[in-house]
Nanobody
Framework: QVQLVESGGGLVQAGGSLRLSCAVSGRTFRNYAMGWFRQAPGKEREFVARIIWIGGSTSYVDSVKGRFTISRDNAENTLYLQMNNLKPEDTAVYYC????????????WGQGTQVTVSS
């Protein structure tokens, strides 16, 4: 079973920064891509960013472009999300997810980490 464990969330003032981590462990798995998603209270979960594990191609939702950076450490099987210039509207539970092959849905999800941005 593949396990994803997020860390790094917390409370920060608007304009501040946080770095989220997602450690991947478990049985041998195929990792095509990983992503970050978030869900604010009363809202649906939304896509934030994605990275292709081999090659490092990235994509972002428009609202975080220029502020968030997704990256990965292949050797450590760890995914990161550097979040700068945080805004109150970034407040949400952030989840990492793993997609094992192109065209599939995300197969595995973490438990989430809370990010709260105060104004």
């Amino acid at each position: 079973q593949v396990q994803l464990v997020e860390s790094g969330g917390g409370l920060v003032q608007a304009g501040g920064s946080l770095r989220l981590s997602c450690a991947v462990s478990g049985r041998t798995f195929r990792n095509y891509a990983m992503g970050w998603f978030r869900q604010a209270p009363g809202k649906e979960r939304e896509f934030v960013a994605r990275i292709i594990w081999i090659g490092g191609s990235t994509s972002y939702v428009d609202s975080v472009k220029g502020r968030f950076t997704i990256s990965r450490d292949n050797a450590e099987n760890t995914l990161y999300l550097q979040m700068n210039n945080l805004k109150p509207e970034d407040t949400a539970v952030y989840y990492c997810a793993l997609k094992s092959r192109p065209g599939s849905t995300y197969d595995f999800w973490g438990q989430g980490t809370q990010v709260t941005v105060s104004s």
